[in-house]
């Protein structure tokens, strides 16, 4: 990549610019982090306009289940074969005349004296009643969306099928229940998409949840970068994700993007998130020579005053005591 100096702004937020020559730095390091992974992210220009693209990671930081789809939109749904159709037995009388029967010919069988062994490559089991070599199991079918699960086999017993219907499918280590078309995230789980630094907030959300088909409305999620330390930064619906991801850094041992519940989930600054992971007895401790500090500059600032009070009402007192001079 090319990473020539350039003198443009880059918009990274509501009235936020950064340099393009800043931005190629941070684009270069990001680069080198993920060199030989799909990570890597490309830039270009189009209509002067500075554009990145490329995959973004966001973890799921859900605390409630969410509602799929049962089934795509563009998923074709494929009528059952007729008596008239090639797959039930090519029945040629429906489209043409009509065809007359054919006489069979008697064919005498004559009875043998022993009967013949079967070969063993043929038989599905074996000579001591084993199970089928080919096991019936259930089979997860990745469909365009992640979200389409299709099974495939012989008829399977009834108790197989309830086997079946208990199991949870899992797609990406997330789990979906077929029966109540719930879908529950495991936390801190990771997926992604393949945005641009143009896409804001909202346009990201809409992307993730189209990709795995979630009924939920955007506006019940945001994005929040995630700090180690605690500190939790929501993304405005102005700011860009992509670049966001791209300032903050590519190692997500530091900081990641999480996908959360706007009214689970409350913002904490840097000066907040120093002290959370901290023990009571540590913080009662803070507290404490806090309090002490406090009042160490309460009684300086009452000594401050109660000497500038003496001393104006000593200048009044002098004032009183001299004779008025016309």
């Known amino acids: 990549m090319d990473y020539s100096h350039q003198t443009s702004l880059v918009p990274c937020g509501q009235d936020k610019y950064i340099s393009k020559n800043e931005l190629l730095l941070h684009l270069k390091t ?11 992210l490309r830039h270009r220009e189009e209509e002067d306009e500075f554009i990145v693209e490329g995959l973004l990671n966001i973890s799921w930081g859900l605390r409630r289940p969410i509602r799929l789809q049962m089934q795509d939109d563009n998923e074709r749904i494929r009528p059952p074969p007729s008596s008239s159709s ?12 009509t065809l007359k029967p054919l006489n069979m010919p008697d064919i005498q069988i004559s009875e043998v004296d022993a009967p013949q062994e079967s070969d063993q490559g043929t038989s599905p089991t074996d000579s001591r009643g084993l199970k089928p070599v080919q ?8 469909t365009r969306s992640d979200v389409g699960v299709r099974r495939r ?15 949870r499918f899992s797609i990406n280590g997330h789990f979906y229940n077929h029966k109540t078309s719930v ?3 495991a936390y801190g789980s990771v997926t992604n998409v393949r945005i641009n630094s143009t896409m804001t907030t909202p346009q990201v959300l809409k992307l993730l949840l189209n990709k795995f088909k979630i009924e939920n409305s955007a506006e019940e999620f945001a994005l929040y970068v995630v700090h180690t330390s605690g500190e939790k930064q929501k993304l405005k619906n102005t700011d860009y994700p992509l670049i966001a991801r791209i300032l903050q850094g590519p190692c997500e041992q530091v900081s990641k993007v999480f996908l959360m519940e706007k009214d689970q989930v409350e913002e904490v ?13 540590v913080l009662k401790s803070f507290i404490q020579k806090l309090q002490e500090e406090e009042d160490r500059e309460v009684k300086k600032l009452m000594r401050k005053y109660t000497v500038l009070r003496l001393m104006i009402r000593q ?7 001299t004779p008025a001079t016309i």
């Not at 096991?135 to 990745?142: G, K, S, V």
């Not at 840097?270 to 901290?278: G, L």
């Open 183 to 185: 879908f529950t995230p």
């Open 315 to 321: 200048r009044l007192e002098e004032i009183a005591e």
């Open 30 to 40: 990001y680069n080198l982090y993920y060199e030989g992974q799909n990570l890597q």
């Open 86 to 97: 090639w797959h039930s037995g090519c029945n040629l009388g429906a489209q043409g005349p």
């Open 135 to 142: 096991e019936d199991t259930p089979q997860l079918m990745r």
């Open 153 to 167: 086999g012989n008829v399977r017993t009834s108790s197989d099928q309830r086997r079946i219907r208990r199991h």
């Open 269 to 281: 600054t840097y000066d907040v998130a120093q002290y959370i992971k901290f023990e009571m007895p």
